[in-house]
């Protein structure tokens, strides 16, 4: 198998890993990582870790219902909120320079890392 292949499937374990542990993030791992190791482009990277991380939400959703452990009526007000944000942000991905987006992508990188140590 050719090292951009070993790569992906690499990059694709890790996603995986992180959805399954956190019930998400794994977008987080794969975008520098489709950048690094992969050789995608920075907008590619960020389309494609969306494309990536869907079918992981879907099963990591799914295991966590079997267990008990997801509250479907608690997540339906976010589930609206965020199908809305989504689709404005995906409306606004190709307005934006790229350099912004990698941005505002370290910065929800950092936030989230600074509330879960601190908070």
């Given at each position: 198998?050719?090292?951009?292949?070993?790569?992906?499937?690499?990059?694709?374990?890790?996603?995986g890993?992180?959805?399954g542990?956190?019930?998400?993030?794994g977008?987080?791992?794969?975008?520098?990582l489709?950048?690094?190791?992969?050789?995608?482009?920075?907008?590619?990277?960020?389309?494609?870790?969306?494309a990536?991380?869907?079918?992981?939400c879907?099963?990591?959703?799914?295991i966590?219902?079997?267990?008990?452990?997801?509250?479907?009526?608690?997540?339906l007000?976010?589930l609206?909120?965020?199908?809305?944000?989504?689709?404005?942000?995906?409306?606004?991905?190709?307005?934006?320079n790229?350099?912004?987006l990698?941005r505002?992508?370290?910065l929800?990188i950092?936030?989230?890392?600074?509330?879960?140590?601190?908070?």
């Open positions: 198998m050719e090292k951009k292949k070993q790569n992906a499937l690499k990059a694709g374990a890790l996603a890993l992180i959805n542990f956190f019930g998400g993030g977008g987080m791992v794969l975008v520098p489709l950048t690094g190791k992969c050789g995608l482009t920075q907008r590619k990277a960020f389309a494609t870790s969306v990536i991380i869907l079918p992981l879907i099963l990591s959703a799914v966590y219902f079997l267990q008990g452990s997801l509250d479907f009526l608690s997540a007000p976010y609206i909120g965020g199908l809305a944000g989504g689709f404005v942000g995906g409306k606004l991905f190709r307005m934006l790229v350099d912004w990698r505002f992508f370290a929800f950092l936030y989230g890392g600074i509330r879960s140590l601190f908070f």
